[in-house]
């Protein structure tokens, strides 16, 4: 019965990975409606070896998300599920078919194609979802049923996602056909 978040990205500082954790912590702080009714999985892939720029990320990252835990977790309820770990693409369908919302909001990105990998896997399971993307991510310009954010705006990460977890069915299901036929289309 939990409305379920998911942001799949790679690990770099561009993907915007700390921005969107600690907009999830001021959303949690602004929304305490949502506590132990949203859960966010995070699905981290890590960058290839050898790229120790990375390093500083991935050690704030977790240190966000355990912060973001210790302060809203409780007993039966988690806010923020971790994976840092290449997931293959099998395995990813289904948590792009459960997720109600994606969240997917890099700083700057040529493309992004979890986005329609998301949009994708909706449409192939007949299912319902949001996907909340970056405007600075490419795919914004043709993907005009997302709901758009400003990842260096906190403000607009919150609203955007409590958006995204407020609409309505139908709006939802008109935001998702147009999605699906721009993916299909494209």
Request: aromatic share 10%; net charge positive.
């Amino acid at each position: 019965g939990r409305k379920i978040i998911l942001s799949v990205e790679r690990l770099d500082y561009v993907k915007g990975p700390i921005e969107k954790m600690l907009a999830y912590e001021s959303f949690l702080e602004k929304h305490p409606e949502w506590h132990e009714k949203a859960i966010m999985i995070n699905i981290v892939t890590p960058a290839a070896k050898g790229m120790e720029i990375y390093k500083a990320t991935r050690e704030k990252l977790d240190q966000v998300v355990g912060r973001i835990n210790g302060r809203f977790s409780r007993l039966g309820w988690t806010p923020v599920r971790y994976f840092y770990r290449s997931i293959p693409f099998e395995e990813l369908v289904p948590f792009y078919v459960a997720a109600d919302v994606a969240w997917i909001t890099p700083l700057r990105d040529g493309l992004n194609l979890v986005c329609k990998e998301y949009v994708s896997a909706k449409a192939a399971s007949n299912t319902l979802g949001v996907l909340v993307l970056s405007e600075f991510a490419g795919a914004a310009v043709e993907l005009k049923g997302a709901v758009l954010t400003n990842p260096y705006d906190k403000h607009s990460m919150i609203q955007s996602l409590d958006a995204a977890l407020n609409l309505g069915k139908k709006e939802i299901e008109f935001r998702m056909t147009d999605l699906i036929q721009r993916v299909k289309g494209y």
